[in-house]
């Protein structure tokens, strides 16, 4: 799941890119990790990357998950989710 930590961590430079507080790019980081983590279970599943890609950049045009736009514990229970939703898909496999 190095792909997950890698897609989080380059959502730094989009924060500092774009003036966001600390607090906002750690928020983007741990959503964008998750959500990584989980797009990269369901594509170790399916064998592509095409459909996630494009809901990727569905949910970039739709900004679904625009910071500040719900209470903090939202953004930690959507990355929860994620998390054991990659967990989950990714059950008795090597790719852990």
């Known amino acids: 799941m190095w792909v997950a930590l890698l897609f989080g961590l380059q959502h730094v430079g989009t924060g500092i890119f774009f003036g966001h507080s600390l607090y906002d790019t750690g928020a983007m980081v741990i959503s964008a990790t998750s959500s990584g983590a989980a797009y990269a279970a369901v594509r ?34 959507e990355a929860i989710f994620y998390v054991l939703y990659a967990a989950w898909l990714l059950r008795r496999s090597d790719h852990i």
């Open 44 to 77: 170790l599943r399916i064998g592509t990357i095409w459909p996630l890609a494009f809901l990727h950049e569905l949910e970039n045009f739709c900004n679904t998950r625009s910071l500040g736009d719900a209470p903090w514990w939202w953004y930690l229970s």
